[in-house]
C-alpha cells in the first residue's frame, strides 16, 4: 500500500489536471493544524505563478472538482490559497480496512527494492562491548529491520574489529606472562602444535592490562606493534593463537548481542578485507591516487568546498602495516563483490565522521564503487549519565554493556515483584523484556546523532514516552480481547471523536515508516508508536468497549483495538522490542 498522502496526492493531482492545471501541483501532505483540516495541498500558489491566476480560484476550481470525489467530508479552499482537505468516514474506515487486509499491515513497500549492507555493531575482539556499541547495535537493527519491512533486501554486517592493535597488545602480553605457549615459538607448526583454550573472563582482563601497560612502556608498545605486524603478515603462532582469541571472543559477544535481541547476518570482520589490500593498493597506484609522504602511503581528499583542513587518508604507515583506513576501503571492494549494494550504511559513533568522509572520498576518487552507490554515514552521539558525561560506572569505569543490561533487568524484576500479573516462572523473562523496551525505547526516542541522558527511572516509567508505557498498552489490548473472547470483531463505521482520531493516527501510519526510512532515523517510529498508544488510551478511556450494548458498536471498537495492536506491535518489532502478554 502507499502511505495515505501518496494516495491522495494520485486524487489531488488528477482533479489538477482535470481542471486544466499541471498535475504536478496536486501533492498533498498531512496537515500541522488538525483543528483546521486533516490533509493540505499548497499547490494553487505555485499554480499561480504558472497561470496568472489568484491562487484561491485555483484553489476553488479544484476543490469544486474534489467534492464530487464522494472522499472528503470537507475540500475546501481557504484564502489566500490553500486547500484543506478532511477525509469521510467512510473513506477512511475504507483504508483502514485496506491496512487491516494487508499483509505488510500498510508499511509502503520501496517501488524499486534496493540492497542495502549496514555496517553496524562494530565490536572489537577481545575488549569487552562497552556501552557505545550499545547505540550502534540498536540504531542499526532497527534501521536494518526498518528497511526489511519497507521491502529491502538488507545485510547486516558486525564488521568485527579483528585485525588492529588491540590483537597485538593481547598477543604481547599473553607472551610475557605465559612465554612457554608454543604459539610463541618461531618454529611454532599449526599441524603439531597447539595453543591453549582461552576465556572471556581472561581477555577481559588482558586487553585493558596490555592496554594501560602500553601508554606506559614503550618497550611494550614497541612489541604490541610488532606482534600486530607479524600477525598481519601471517606468523603462523600468532594466526593460530589470533583464531582461538576470536573463537572465544565472538561467542561472547554472541550470547551478549542475543541478550539484545540483535543479530547479523555476516559475522566478517577486519580481517576478512585483508585479502583486498593488494587490490587496493593497485588501484590507487595505477589510478595515480597514492604518494609517498613521510615514509607512508596517502591519498588526497581535500576538496575545494572544504571549510576546514581536510588531512590526506593513509592507507599504508611507514612500517607497513595497514591501518583502520585501508581496512575500510578494501571492505568497500569486498562489499561490492559480494553484494553490489545500492547503499551501504555505517552505523558509528559520531565522532568518526572524519575518517568516514576521507574513506569515502577515497573510494569515490578510486570508483571502488559506482557513482550512484549511496555510502553513507550514520552518525550517533552518545550515551551519556545525569552528569552530562559519557555515562560511567559508579568507581568511574567504563560501563560494560552487560553490566548496563543487568541493571535495567535487575530494575525491572524489583518492579515486577510486586506485580500480581505475572507468574513467579515468567518473572525472569518479563525482566529481561521491559528492560529491553526501557533500554531500547529510551534511546532510539532520540534522534540518532543527539547525545541523551540514560535516565533509568525516566525509562522505566509507565507513563510518557517509554517502551514500559508501549508495552503497558499492548498487554492492555490483550486483556480486552481476552474478555472478549470469540465476540465477532469487524470495523463497521466510526462512531465517536476519539474513534476517529485513532483511525487517522492508523492511517497515517504508512507515512511515519516512508519518513522514518528516508531519514535513517528510528525516532519517527518510537514518536508514531506513543502517538497511536495516547490515541488508544482516549479511545478507550472515552469508549466503554466492554460494556457496550449496541452490538454493531462494539464489534467495530474490537477490531479497532485489535488493529492498533498489531500496529503497534508492528512498530516496536521494528524497534527491537518484544512485547509481554500482561503486565
Ligand atoms: N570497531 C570500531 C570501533 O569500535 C567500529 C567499526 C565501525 N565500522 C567500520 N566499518 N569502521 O570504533
Not at 543479530?263 to 577486519?270: N, Q, S
Not at 590526506?312 to 561490492?336: G, H
Not at 575518517?355 to 571502488?368: D, I
Request: proline share 3%; aromatic share 10%; hydrophobic share 40%.
Amino acid at each position: 500500500m502507499q502511505p495515505v498522502t501518496k494516495i491522495l496526492t494520485d486524487i489531488v493531482s488528477s482533479a489538477f489536471g482535470r481542471c486544466g492545471y499541471d498535475p504536478k501541483l496536486g501533492v498533498v501532505a498531512a496537515s500541522d493544524r488538525l483543528d483546521l483540516c486533516q490533509f493540505q495541498c499548497n499547490g494553487a500558489f505555485a499554480g499561480a505563478k504558472l497561470y496568472k491566476k489568484a491562487p484561491i480560484m485555483i484553489a476553488e476550481n479544484v476543490a469544486a472538482v474534489l467534492r464530487e470525489e464522494g472522499i472528503f467530508s470537507s475540500a475546501e479552499a481557504v484564502a489566500p490559497g490553500f486547500l484543506n482537505l478532511t477525509l469521510n468516514d467512510e473513506y477512511m474506515l475504507k483504508v483502514a480496512k485496506d491496512i487491516e487486509g494487508d499483509r505488510f499491515l500498510g508499511i509502503p513497500q520501496s517501488e524499486k527494492p534496493q540492497t542495502i549492507v549496514i555496517d553496524y555493531g562494530g565490536p572489537n575482539v577481545a575488549k569487552p562491548l562497552h556501552i557505545g556499541h550499545l547505540r550502534s547495535a540498536v540504531i542499526g537493527e532497527s534501521l536494518k529491520r526498518l528497511a526489511k519491512a519497507c521491502g529491502n533486501t538488507v545485510y547486516g554486517d558486525v564488521h568485527l574489529g579483528d585485525w588492529g592493535l588491540q590483537i597485538g597488545l593481547v598477543i604481547a602480553e599473553l607472551n610475557e606472562r605465559y612465554p612457554d605457549w608454543e604459539c610463541f615459538k618461531e618454529s611454532f607448526n599449526p599441524d603439531t602444535d597447539s595453543v591453549p583454550t582461552l576465556n572471556a573472563e581472561l581477555l577481559c582482563e588482558v586487553y585493558p592490562f596490555a592496554s594501560k601497560k602500553s601508554k606506559e612502556n614503550e618497550e611494550f608498545k614497541a612489541k604490541a606493534h610488532t606482534a600486530t605486524f607479524e600477525l598481519q603478515s601471517g606468523r603462523a603462532g600468532y594466526i593460530a593463537l589470533w583464531k582461538e582469541i576470536l573463537r572465544t571472543s565472538v561467542a561472547d559477544l554472541k550470547s551478549n548481542y542475543q541478550r539484545l535481541d540483535v543479530d547479523f547476518d555476516y559475522w566478517y570482520g577486519e580481517s576478512d578485507a585483508d585479502k583486498y589490500i593488494p587490490e587496493l593498493m593497485k588501484i590507487l597506484e595505477d589510478k595515480g591516487l597514492s604518494y609517498e609522504s613521510n615514509g607512508a602511503l596517502v591519498v588526497d581528499v581535500a576538496e575545494e568546498s572544504d571549510k576546514a583542513p581536510m588531512p590526506p587518508v593513509i592507507v599504508r604507515k611507514s612500517d607497513n602495516s595497514s591501518i583502520y583506513a585501508t581496512t575500510d576501503l578494501a571492505t568497500i571492494i569486498q562489499r561490492e563483490k559480494d553484494f553490489a549494494p545500492d547503499k551501504i550504511w555505517y552505523v558509528v559513533d559520531k565522532r568518526q565522521e572524519l575518517h568516514f568522509t576521507q574513506v569515502f572520498r577515497c573510494a569515490r576518487r578510486a570508483k571502488l564503487v559506482p557513482a550512484e552507490t549511496e555510502l553513507e554515514f550514520l552518525g550517533f552521539g552518545t550515551m551519556n549519565g545525569s552528569d552530562g558525561k559519557p555515562y560511567k560506572t559508579r568507581d568511574g569505569g567504563v560501563m560494560r554493556l552487560s553490566d548496563l543490561i543487568e541493571t535495567v533487568t535487575n530494575a525491572s524484576l524489583e518492579r515486577l515483584t510486586s506485580s500480581s500479573f505475572v507468574d513467579e516462572d515468567d518473572r525472569e523473562d518479563y525482566a529481561r523484556k521491559l528492560g529491553m523496551a526501557a533500554l531500547k525505547f529510551g534511546d532510539l526516542i532520540n534522534h540518532r546523532s543527539k547525545d541523551y541522558i540514560f535516565d533509568l527511572d525516566k525509562f522505566m516509567s509507565a507513563e510518557g514516552k517509554t517502551g514500559i508505557y508501549l508495552l503497558y498498552t499492548v498487554s492492555r489490548i490483550n486483556s480486552i480481547m481476552k474478555k472478549a473472547g470469540d465476540f465477532k470483531a469487524e470495523l463497521n463505521g466510526i462512531y465517536t471523536d476519539a474513534e476517529r482520531e485513532l483511525v487517522l493516527k492508523i492511517i497515517m501510519t504508512g507515512n511515519a515508516f516512508s519518513y522514518a526510512l528516508d531519514e535513517k532515523a528510528p525516532n519517527y517510529i518510537c514518536e508514531n508508536a506513543y502517538q497511536l498508544a495516547v490515541s488508544f488510551s482516549r479511545f478507550y478511556h472515552e469508549n466503554n468497549i466492554m460494556n457496550e450494548q449496541d452490538e454493531k458498536k462494539k464489534s467495530s471498537w474490537l477490531a479497532l483495538a485489535k488493529l492498533t495492536r498489531a500496529i503497534i506491535v508492528k512498530h516496536l518489532d521494528i524497534l527491537g522490542i518484544s512485547t509481554v502478554e500482561n503486565m
